[in-house]
C-alpha cells in the first residue's frame, strides 16, 4: 500500500467458545457455554502499520448476517479514506459466510479474505453441519466467492480471495 493509505481489517471472537473454567477471579466473567453471538471487531490501520481506528459489530454464530455486519462496521467508522478490506477468512462464526463479492460492490472498496491455511475447502464441513436451505445458502455464496490464491508473505503463504481488485494488486496489498 502506498504511504497514507488506510486498510479495515476484520476478524471475529465468540465470547465464552472454547474458555476452559478457571479458579482466577480475573475469569470470573467468563461463561464456558457458547455466546449466540460473535464479536466482530474492525482495525484502520495505516500502511505504516499504526492503528488509526476500531470498530465493532456482531453477527449470530452459524448465521447468515456476517457481511451486512461487516458492512455496518464499515459504514460505523465513517472513513472514506479506508482505501481496503481485509477480512479474516470467509466463514467467521461457525460458517457464517461472507459475500465478498457483495460486500465488495456495497463498499465500492476492493475487499481481501485471508486465511492462513491450505485446505481443501468449506463443502464438506458445510454438508456435515446443514441441510435444506440453509445448506443450499451458504454453498452458493461459497461456490460464488473467487477463488484462494497462495500469496507468499514473509516467507510464509497465505490464502486471499479478492473481490474489487485483480490478484495482483490483493498480494501487493497483503504483503503491504
Known amino acids: 500500500m502506498?504511504?497514507?493509505s488506510r486498510a479495515?481489517?476484520?476478524?471475529?471472537?465468540?465470547p465464552g467458545a472454547a474458555r476452559?473454567?478457571?479458579?482466577d477471579a480475573d475469569d470470573a466473567h467468563f461463561s464456558t457455554d457458547p455466546s449466540p453471538e460473535s464479536v466482530l471487531c474492525g482495525a484502520v490501520v495505516r500502511a505504516d502499520r499504526?492503528?488509526?481506528?476500531?470498530?465493532?459489530?456482531t453477527c449470530a454464530?452459524?448465521?447468515d448476517d456476517a457481511t451486512d455486519a461487516i458492512a455496518s462496521l464499515y459504514d460505523s467508522l465513517d472513513r472514506a479514506d479506508v482505501r481496503y478490506l481485509l477480512v479474516s477468512g470467509i466463514a467467521p462464526a461457525w460458517f457464517?459466510?461472507?459475500?465478498?463479492?457483495?460486500?465488495?460492490a456495497a463498499l465500492d472498496r476492493p475487499v481481501l479474505?485471508?486465511?492462513f491455511e491450505e485446505s481443501e475447502g468449506l463443502e464438506p464441513a458445510l454438508a456435515a453441519h446443514f441441510s435444506g436451505a440453509a445448506l443450499d445458502r451458504r454453498l452458493d455464496t461459497y461456490r460464488a466467492a473467487?477463488?484462494?490464491?497462495p500469496v507468499e508473505v514473509n516467507g510464509e503463504t497465505v490464502f486471499v480471495r479478492a473481490a474489487g481488485c485483480d490478484g495482483d494488486e490483493a498480494a501487493q496489498v497483503v504483503r503491504g
Open 146 to 149: 473467487p477463488p484462494r490464491r
Open 61 to 63: 454464530v452459524g448465521g
Open 8 to 14: 479495515l481489517g476484520v476478524a471475529e471472537s465468540s
Open 96 to 104: 457464517n459466510l461472507v459475500d465478498i463479492d457483495r460486500l465488495a
Open 50 to 57: 499504526v492503528v488509526d481506528g476500531l470498530a465493532f459489530e
Open 113 to 115: 479474505s485471508v486465511s
Open 20 to 23: 476452559a473454567p478457571t479458579d
Open 2 to 4: 502506498k504511504s497514507g
